[in-house]
Each structure stands twice: as structure tokens, then as C-alpha cells.
């Protein structure tokens, strides 16, 4: 059986930073793609970054490209989400997703994702 569990969110100031956790257990790490979605009550979800277990590839949308770093620990089975310089349009519903491999063009993609974690919530705000 497949199981996500996020850790991590919070309320934080603007500028601040937090880090998010997904620990994975039930699949191959080999395989494995892991992806941040987030989600503002009313929108769809957004993936904003991935991370490849097997080769260590990483993807990011354009609004978190050089404030957010995806990596994972193979050891510890877990994906990390850093972010830094957080803004309010950053508040969001965090969730972690896995599906097998990173398909450069389409892991942002929300209707090929397995498996998800129950989500963390992300406040930005002064």
C-alpha cells in the first residue's frame, strides 16, 4: 500500500522561508517522480516542482523558479520542498504526489498522479 505523509507548512512572514517533507512508503524509489502541487481555494492545482528519485532530475513551474528547491533522500525515503523568499500568493494547500518517472513536459500534470499526500497548509502573510 502507498502512503504519502506531508509535514512542514505553517504561517510565515513575507520573505520568510519554510521547508515541506514527503515521506513515501509502498513504491520503488527507482521509479519514482515526486511532485509538489499546491492549491488556493477556488483554482486548480499547480504543480510547482518535482524531483526524480531515480536520477535526481528536477522540474519547477516559472512562478517559483530560483525560490524553491525540490530534493529528495532516497535513505530516509522523503522529498523536501525548500521555499524561500515566500509572498501571500504563495499561501496555498501544499500537496505531495507520486507517479512513476518525470516526463519532462507533462510532470506538472495533474491527471497522470497516482497516489497523494493529505496536504499542508502554507500561510504567507504579515
Known amino acids: 500500500q502507498v502512503d504519502l505523509r506531508e509535514s512542514g507548512g505553517g504561517s510565515v512572514q513575507p520573505g520568510g522561508s519554510l521547508t515541506l517533507s514527503c515521506q513515501v512508503s509502498?513504491?520503488?524509489?527507482?521509479?519514482?517522480?515526486m511532485t509538489w502541487f499546491r492549491q488556493v481555494p477556488g483554482q486548480e492545482r499547480e504543480g510547482v516542482a518535482a524531483v526524480d528519485f531515480g536520477d535526481g532530475r528536477k522540474f519547477y513551474a516559472d512562478s517559483v523558479k530560483g525560490r524553491f528547491i525540490s530534493s529528495r533522500n532516497n535513505a530516509e525515503r522523503t522529498a523536501y520542498l525548500q521555499m524561500r523568499s515566500l509572498n501571500p500568493e504563495d499561501t496555498a494547500m501544499y500537496y505531495c504526489?507520486?507517479?512513476?518517472?518525470?516526463?519532462?513536459?507533462?510532470?506538472?500534470?495533474?491527471?497522470?498522479?497516482?497516489?497523494w499526500g493529505q496536504g499542508t497548509q502554507v500561510n504567507v502573510s504579515s
Open positions: 509502498g513504491y520503488s524509489l527507482g521509479s519514482l517522480c
Open positions: 504526489a507520486a507517479r512513476q518517472f518525470c516526463p519532462a513536459t507533462s510532470w506538472h500534470l495533474i491527471e497522470y498522479y497516482d497516489y
